[in-house]
Nanobody
Framework: VQLQASGGGLVQPGGSLRLSCAAS????????VGWYCQAPGKQRELVAS???????TYADSVKGRFTISRDNANNTLYLQMNSLIPEDTAVYYC??????????WGQGTLVTVSS
């Protein structure tokens, strides 16, 4: 299983980005799927997760601003990031988990929020 994350970049505070994570296999059976972030000098932490039934969880810091979604037909996971703030600056990693196949990480995409 290979995951290719993209969509990061430099954005001004208040701006938006959409991260994508393209998988080499069907992600329909992976449960959950999610996005994590790691800021400089900090541990990697969960940003958002999505379960197959549609249940989502979000870190308190991103609730109401970020939305996780998946496109099973195109084997892609998304993270829509709105109202970005400097504290969102981090490397973002996608993650998928399968009971039998295991847990996989994308390579990370850097998001920098700065004026």
């Amino acid at each position: 299983v290979q995951l290719q994350a993209s969509g990061g970049g430099l954005v001004q505070p208040g701006g938006s980005l959409r991260l994508s994570c393209a998988a080499s296999v069907s992600i329909g059976s992976f449960n959950p799927v999610g996005w994590y972030c790691q800021a400089p000098g900090k541990q990697r932490e969960l940003v958002a997760s999505l379960y197959r039934g549609g249940t989502t969880t979000y870190a308190d810091s991103v609730k109401g601003r970020f939305t996780i979604s998946r496109d099973n037909a195109n084997n892609t996971l998304y993270l829509q990031m709105n109202s970005l703030i400097p504290e969102d600056t981090a490397v973002y990693y996608c993650n998928v988990n399968h009971l039998n196949l295991g847990n996989y990480w994308g390579q990370g995409t850097l998001v920098t929020v700065s004026s």
